[in-house]
């Protein structure tokens, strides 16, 4: 593990590794950027993220408008699982929130939290990797793709 790779882990358990905000500018897709900052209205920059826990956010990540980010700050925690009320309702209504191409981005949160507190960090970040590549040829892909782009082989 990398020395900074925990500030992948969003708060509310979401792997940023894969997501395409931060994987696009790591191996700089600028298609993929820009598509992305047409749709969500930002700047190619804005669009630009190191992960949930680093300096350089997306606009949606800082403010965080379903309040993992805030509550995490009240509860004194880094994570979701780290708190007493673990796993919360805040929790449970987010897990339906966000399809993209059939994919439900957050319908595991609570059971990758749940993987988070029983293995480390270290585990689950390994675990995370390699769910985020094609089981084919190894390419690493955006959470919500369903056909590796290289080899063409089903994803998800």
């Given at each position: 593990?990398?020395?900074?790779?925990?500030?992948?882990?969003?708060?509310?358990?979401?792997?940023?590794?894969?997501c395409p905000s931060y994987l696009?500018?790591?191996?700089?897709d600028i298609g993929e950027l820009k598509s992305r900052a047409q749709r969500m209205g930002f700047t190619l920059e804005e669009v630009r993220c190191d992960g949930c826990h680093s300096d350089n956010l997306m606009p949606t990540c800082i403010e965080c408008r379903h309040g993992f980010r805030q509550c995490a700050k009240e509860h004194r925690v880094t994570w979701c699982f780290e708190c007493s009320d673990f796993p919360c309702q805040r929790l449970e209504d987010f897990k339906d929130i966000h399809v993209e191409n059939g994919i439900s981005h957050h319908k595991h949160l609570v059971n990758e939290l749940y993987y988070l507190k029983e293995n480390g960090i270290e585990d689950w970040l390994t675990k995370k990797e390699r769910e985020g590549c094609c089981p084919q040829c190894g390419k690493k892909v955006y959470w919500c793709?369903?056909?590796?782009?290289?080899?063409?082989?089903?994803?998800?």
């Amino acid at each position: 593990m990398e020395k900074d790779d925990w500030k992948l882990i969003g708060i509310c358990g979401i792997y940023c590794g894969d997501c395409p905000s931060y994987l696009a500018h790591q191996t700089n897709d600028i298609g993929e950027l820009k598509s992305r900052a047409q749709r969500m209205g930002f700047t190619l920059e804005e669009v630009r993220c190191d992960g949930c826990h680093s300096d350089n956010l997306m606009p949606t990540c800082i403010e965080c408008r379903h309040g993992f980010r805030q509550c995490a700050k009240e509860h004194r925690v880094t994570w979701c699982f780290e708190c007493s009320d673990f796993p919360c309702q805040r929790l449970e209504d987010f897990k339906d929130i966000h399809v993209e191409n059939g994919i439900s981005h957050h319908k595991h949160l609570v059971n990758e939290l749940y993987y988070l507190k029983e293995n480390g960090i270290e585990d689950w970040l390994t675990k995370k990797e390699r769910e985020g590549c094609c089981p084919q040829c190894g390419k690493k892909v955006y959470w919500c793709t369903r056909t590796c782009p290289d080899c063409g082989t089903g994803i998800r």
